[in-house]
C-alpha cells in the first residue's frame, strides 16, 4: 500500500503491513496524549507536537517520518525539525490512513487501538 511522504518532492513509499516502518526510520507520533493511548504504530515514538521543540535532543540520529491524525501537526513537526537541522519526512495522510490501510496498531490501555 502507497502511503505518501513529503516535503520536498511528494515521495510516496508503499508500507509493508508487517513491517510499515521503513528500514532505517523512526516514526514519532505527534499527536496528544489520549490519541497516543487510544491507538498508534508499534515501535514509534511519541512527542506531542507542543513539546517537540524542548525534546528534539530525543530525535534519534535516523531518518525520521513524523505522523499526527491527518497531516497538518506532522507538517509543523516536519518544519520544527528542519529549523533544528534535521530533515523529516511527513506521513501526509497521518494515522487515519495508517489505519485505513490496515497497518497495525497498538494501545497503550491493551483495549482495541482505534483513530480517534
Do not use: K, Y
Not at 502507497?2 to 509493508?16: E, F, K, Q, Y
Not at 496524549?33 to 534519534?60: C, F, K, Q, S, Y
Not at 490501510?101 to 483513530?115: A, E, K, R, W
Amino acid at each position: 500500500m502507497a502511503i505518501p511522504l513529503h516535503p520536498g518532492p511528494l515521495v510516496t513509499t508503499d508500507l509493508n503491513a508487517d513491517n510499515p516502518i521503513p528500514e532505517g526510520f523512526t516514526l514519532i507520533d505527534v499527536r496528544g496524549e489520549d490519541e497516543w493511548d487510544a491507538g498508534h504504530a508499534p515501535g514509534a515514538l511519541h512527542i506531542p507536537l507542543d513539546e517537540l521543540a524542548d525534546r528534539i535532543d530525543e530525535v534519534p540520529d535516523t531518518d525520521i517520518m513524523v505522523v499526527c491524525r491527518l497531516g497538518r501537526r506532522s507538517a509543523q513537526a516536519a518544519e520544527i525539525l528542519a529549523e533544528n537541522g534535521i530533515d523529516a519526512w511527513d506521513l501526509s495522510d497521518g494515522m487515519a490512513a495508517w489505519q485505513n490501510n490496515g497497518l497495525p496498531l497498538v494501545s497503550s490501555d491493551g483495549d482495541i487501538p482505534t483513530i480517534a
